[in-house]
């Protein structure tokens, strides 16, 4: 069965600190990988979202960008973080026509 | 663009009780896949049920299920015997029947009353 895993779980940082947040995929191939960001008590805001290894599309022009250096690994990167980084950071996997996305448990990110 | 809207912010049931959460959506495509996610307070985004737009018959999922209207462009989600583990941000989402994306609405905030 397939898995996703995403880490860390909850993250502290800085102002002006770099960010790295991961995500993999197991138990399938070549899926689109999804990044999002919910404010708390909000919906899901698309931030990239990738269809193979390289390819990345961005949803929305911000501080943050994403790399797929493997087939099932999609990595959310800054090089300085902002305050309003700060909320609630999740990926997500499909797979085929349907679409169904799956969820990986989320990153609490809180910038101070 | 489609968009995908949830009128209602907040709604509460009493346990054992039945409740409908609306969503309506824009688009001018035929085919596309509806669903309905609920984030409990862990906030990991669960699938509870979906929808393909060619199908006529309604979805169903043990106590979850669809009134999907496609002329009305309208998916609500009705949970019956509601249990106090329904209690949960729920929300809707459309996808285009090739497209990658899933457009979501702003969710409803479901309270289950004991």
């Known amino acids: 069965s397939q898995t996703i895993h995403q880490w860390p779980a909850t993250l502290v940082q800085p102002v002006g600190s770099p960010l790295s947040l991961e995500c993999t995929v197991e138990?399938?191939?070549?899926?689109?990988l999804y990044w999002y960001r919910q404010a708390a008590g909000r919906g899901l805001q698309l931030l990239f979202y990738?269809?193979?290894?390289?390819?990345i599309s961005s949803e929305v022009p911000q501080n943050l960008s994403a790399s797929r250096p493997q087939d099932r690994q999609f990595i959310l990167s800054s090089k300085k973080l902002l305050l309003s980084d700060s909320g609630f950071y999740l990926c997500?996997?499909?797979?085929?026509?349907?679409?169904?996305?799956?969820f990986g448990a989320g990153t609490r990110l809180s910038v101070l | 663009a489609q968009t995908v809207t949830q009128s209602q912010p907040e709604m509460s049931v009493q346990e054992a009780e039945t409740v409908t959460l609306s969503c309506t959506y824009d688009?001018?495509?035929?085919?596309?896949?509806l669903f309905w996610y609920k984030q409990p307070p862990s906030r990991q985004m669960i699938l509870v049920i979906r929808?393909?737009?060619?199908?006529?018959q309604n979805a169903t999922e043990n106590r979850f299920s669809v009134n999907f209207q496609k002329a009305a462009k309208s998916f609500s989600l009705k949970i019956s015997d509601s249990q106090l583990g329904d209690a949960a941000m729920y929300f809707c989402?459309?996808?285009?029947?090739?497209?990658?994306?899933?457009?979501f609405g702003a969710g409803t905030i479901l309270r289950v009353k004991s």
């Open positions: 990738s269809v193979g290894i390289g390819q």
């Open positions: 688009t001018s495509e035929s085919d596309y896949y």
């Open positions: 989402a459309y996808k285009e029947e090739y497209g990658n994306k899933l457009v």
């Open positions: 138990g399938t191939s070549n899926p689109n």
């Open positions: 929808q393909e737009a060619y199908k006529q």
């Open positions: 997500a996997w499909s797979w085929g026509a349907l679409g169904i996305q799956y």
